[in-house]
């Protein structure tokens, strides 16, 4: 048989190939075998180019006669066939347990009800599962396409000789990432966290979406997505709202005036929820848990909801409400600051101006001058005369000047009688020595 013969056969034989799992994928696609058979969808979906691949160079090798390339690229026709073979398989192998999980993790994520918990661990341990199945054979398939080159497998026995040491160094190098494996799997088979768990990581409220054994995937609540390391979650606390349940009680706090009608809010609040589609009828309360410094009354409202988002919305709806009742029905109970008027003498120590210039009585009922101070009887009696004709001079004055040029007038009197009363207290006291 000539050579282009040969080429002809080999050329229909992988064309026969192609054509072949073209059929059995437009079989698959049909309705008679799509609707009864669930892995038909995920197989086609998955396995169509992978399937298209291997069958071609399955058909390459088996037709291909040494010889028909020529001596010189034999070789390596041949060996190119068996590595693209190699990576092919195991494309089709992998893609083919990752059509068969997908059909069950689509069960589990139909389950809902207390029977959900169960089901995200299972998801969980089936995602990180296959994943490490698809490494290994990942890596069986890289050595076996090194060991099908002669020289590779002569140093076979060499290379595992070493192998003791090369792990060594290379777990040395790759501490970290190896970290991230073992904590992965941890996490995964001690069921810490699970797929669609609600959980809050580093002040920051959301879901786990996805779980590998490197990293993990955070959705927050505004659409964010918050990636860490899973050794994050073996060495630092966070919270998981959906450990044991969804289920979740949540909180409304409230700050009103001392004059609020407890009994009448907690009537409200449980009236409202009961006709609210969120609330799992099962806890609820309001109570007085603190009196603030600020004087105003602290309560608190419990709620129960199914899941975390659930809560959430019951709250914001809650809160509206106590804000539109009190509102309404009672403002007087509106937070407000009471404060008190003191007078300014007992604020500054002083009196107000009105008061400034009137005499302050004292103990004994004596009016105070200027020169009570003052020692001996001399003095002491100039004093009284002068602060009883200043006063009375000041009385005389004209009306009309108000009241400033009365208190001038009387101050100019005080000092001319009070001179006058000086001097004589001295002449008498210079006639009586």
Same mark, same amino acid.
């Not at 192609?18 to 437009?26: F, G, K, N, P, Y």
């Not at 007085?288 to 909801?305: F, K």
């Not at 001399?378 to 006063?391: E, K, V």
């Given at each position: ?5 040969? *080429? ?31 892995? #038909? ?36 026709? /041949? ?22 999980? $997908? ?62 040491? #090369? ?8 501490? =970290? ?44 609540? $505004? ?56 609330? $799992? ?23 129960? #909801? =199914?899941?975390?988002?659930?809560? *959430? ?14 509102? /309404? ?28 210039? #009137?005499?302050?009585? /004292? ?11 003052? /020692? ?23 009306? =009309? ?33």
């Amino acid at each position: 048989m000539s050579s282009a013969v040969k *080429w002809m056969v080999l050329v229909v034989a992988v064309l026969a190939a192609i054509v072949a799992v073209e059929l059995l994928r437009r079989l698959l696609v049909s309705r008679r075998v799509n609707g009864r058979f669930q892995l #038909a969808g995920p197989l086609v979906e998955r396995c169509t180019w992978p399937g298209f691949a291997t069958a071609a160079l399955v058909a390459f090798n088996t037709v291909y006669v040494p010889g028909m390339s020529g001596r010189t690229a034999d070789n390596a026709v /041949e060996q190119t066939v068996t590595v693209l073979l190699i990576a092919c398989v195991a494309w089709l192998v992998i893609q083919a347990s990752y059509a068969v999980t $997908d059909v069950v993790l689509a069960r589990l994520n139909k389950v809902e009800g207390l029977a959900n918990r169960k089901a995200r661990r299972i998801r969980t341990q089936i995602t990180l599962v296959r994943r490490v199945a698809a490494a290994v054979i990942i890596v069986v398939s890289t050595g076996a396409m090194l060991f099908s080159f002669p020289a590779v497998r002569a140093l076979g026995a060499g290379l595992l000789a070493s192998a003791g040491i #090369a792990g060594v160094v290379a777990g040395i190098a790759a501490q =970290s990432t190896l970290s991230n494996l073992i904590a992965g799997l941890q996490l995964a088979f001690s069921d810490a966290i699970r797929l669609d768990d609600a959980v809050v990581v580093d002040g920051e409220w959301g879901r786990i979406e996805e779980l590998t054994l490197t990293y993990v995937v955070v959705r927050l609540w $505004d659409e964010r997505r918050l990636i860490l390391p899973v050794s994050h979650f073996t060495t630092t606390p966070f919270e998981n709202w959906t450990r044991y349940e969804s289920r979740v009680v949540g909180h409304v706090m409230l700050y009103v005036d001392w004059s609020v009608p407890i009994d009448a809010l907690r009537a409200e609040l449980y009236r409202r929820l009961r006709d609210h589609p969120l609330w $799992d009828q099962k806890d609820w309360t309001l109570q007085v848990t603190d009196i603030q410094p600020n004087g105003l009354v602290e309560l608190r409202a419990l709620m129960s #909801a =199914s899941d975390a988002p659930s809560v *959430w919305d019951l709250k914001c709806d809650m809160r509206e409400m106590f804000v539109t009742f009190i509102r /309404e029905n009672y403002p007087q109970a509106l937070p407000r600051f009471r404060v008190e008027d003191l007078p300014n003498e007992r604020i500054t120590g002083t009196r107000p101006e009105s008061e400034a210039g #009137a005499p302050r009585p /004292e103990a004994d009922g004596a009016t105070p001058g200027p020169s009570q101070a003052n /020692e001996g009887d001399g003095p002491g009696q100039a004093s009284q005369t002068n602060n009883g004709d200043g006063l009375h001079q000041a009385s005389q004055a004209d009306g =009309s000047d108000g009241h400033r040029q009365a208190s001038a007038d009387g101050s100019r009197a005080n000092d001319s009688h009070g001179s006058q009363g000086t001097g004589a207290a001295r002449n008498s006291g210079r006639m009586s020595a």
